[in-house]
């Protein structure tokens, strides 16, 4: 894209944008989630809000067979450039989401109350925060060509929210930096994706076929691979003979769900036809099954915290340790003191050993046994970094917030 298309771009985007800043609005929510997909805080959120009817909430997403889905089951939502989508869009007072404001309309959303729930916790370094990797041109342009190509081509990156949640103040430290917003943007909660089934009962688990003989279920979710960004390398089946696991799954009734981040969900189409590992990619998210699972192993991701109050153990497979630090973005620097959580494991073969001795624990879906002392002081430690205001409801907090009540004993965000 040549600098006249840029900046003609730019120009046109940026007038709509300064228009809708102008409509009325009206209080009620629209919300929705990257990559069109119902999932994370704002699907939550959502949920709560339609059961609860705190307020109109409606969910808008240009999937439209997901909008369908969501309007035969009595639940407002439209497509996002149908005439209500832009209605809504265009007049609702605030505007909910999971990382940026197109997860709704990145276009109409000025003069909205923007509250981003964001979908992660922050070990890798994000957004302005981010010093190395594809996306550091996104946020840290170096001269005027490229300043105008983030502005027209990233539009929606630079807008910064009114407010965020904060479950602890090591989280509100990094997204204050990271968003570049002050501490009197924040509500300090939990968050919805979790709080949810402290209230409500999951189906989820129901949707899976395990096998008869299962004893174990294991969810391996690793994190998204930003320098496999424009690759069509299947680092997965590189790293993982999925035939040889399939057979040790079987072989100690341990059952293994695949879900990869859906920035990658296309690598998981070649590895649903294996025994003992289900693709769970396709699901919306997994939050609804944290609680029944008896083994998390991801890598990088922050998914790891959000299992913290669960039962499950944790493991993590760094089979591109190396090479992820040299060419996707670095961690915090705090990351490194962090207790550890689990085992690392670094090859294929510390993989399979691994899940060979943790069938021999002859866990099972009923009773999975304590966990050892080290690891019960590490997830305390833990907890209280990541987790000091649990005891704060994300949905009771939203719920004062959006109704303009006061959030415990203040009116202002704690």
């Known amino acids: 894209m040549n600098a006249i298309l840029l900046l003609i771009r730019f120009v046109i985007t940026q007038l709509i944008y300064f228009v809708s800043g102008f409509t009325p609005r009206s209080h009620k ?4 989630c990257y990559k069109d997909k119902f999932a994370d805080n704002s699907k939550y959120l959502f949920l709560h809000w339609q059961q609860q009817q705190t307020i109109r909430a409606i969910w808008i997403s240009a999937d439209k067979p997901l909008v369908k889905r969501l309007q035969t089951q009595g639940l407002e939502a439209y497509s996002r450039w149908s005439l209500l989508g832009v209605w809504h869009a265009a ?10 404001i197109g997860d709704v309309n990145q276009y109409l959303a000025k003069g909205a109350v923007k509250i981003n729930l964001w979908h992660g916790s922050p070990l890798k370094k994000i957004e302005f925060d981010i010093s190395n990797g594809p996306l550091l041109k996104v946020y840290h342009p170096e001269n005027i060509s490229q300043k105008l190509f983030a502005k027209a081509q990233y539009h929606q990156q630079y807008v910064r929210p009114n407010f965020m949640i904060a479950p602890s103040d090591t989280v509100k430290k990094l997204f204050s930096s990271s968003f570049r917003i002050s ?4 509500l300090t909660c939990g968050n919805p994706r979790t709080d949810y089934y402290l209230r409500y009962k999951s189906e989820d688990w129901l949707q899976l076929n395990l096998p008869v003989n299962t004893k ?7 994190s998204w691979r930003d320098s496999h ?3 069509t390398t299947n680092i997965y089946t590189q790293t993982i003979d999925f035939a040889c696991l399939s057979k040790q799954l079987q072989k100690s009734d341990q059952c293994l769900l695949l879900r990869l981040h859906p920035n990658e969900a296309h690598l998981a ?11 769970i990619t396709f699901w919306d998210d997994i939050y609804g099954i944290l609680e029944k699972i008896d083994l998390l192993i991801t890598d990088y991701s ?28 670095s961690e915090y620097p705090y990351v490194a003191e962090l207790p550890k959580a689990g085992i690392d494991l670094f090859t294929f073969r510390d993989l399979l050993d691994y899940l060979n001795e943790f069938a021999n624990k002859h866990h099972d879906l009923t009773d999975r046994g304590p966990l050892n002392s080290e690891l019960t002081s590490a997830r305390h430690q833990l907890t209280n970094i990541f987790w000091q205001y649990q005891h704060r409801s994300s949905l009771d907090c939203l719920d004062a917030f959006v109704q303009n009540a006061p959030i415990s004993a203040t009116k202002k965000p704690a």
């Open 29 to 32: 929510a629209v919300m929705g």
């Open 91 to 100: 007049t609702a007072k605030f505007y909910v989401y999971n990382t940026y």
């Open 183 to 186: 501490n009197e943007q924040f």
């Open 216 to 222: 174990q279920v294991i969810l391996y979710a690793p």
């Open 229 to 231: 960004l424009n690759s």
């Open 269 to 279: 189409s070649e590895l649903s036809q294996y025994p003992n590992i289900i693709n």
């Open 302 to 329: 922050s998914l790891y915290i959000d299992a913290l109050p669960y039962r499950c153990e944790i493991a993590f497979f760094l089979f591109d340790k190396a090479q992820y630090q040299a060419t996707c973005r």
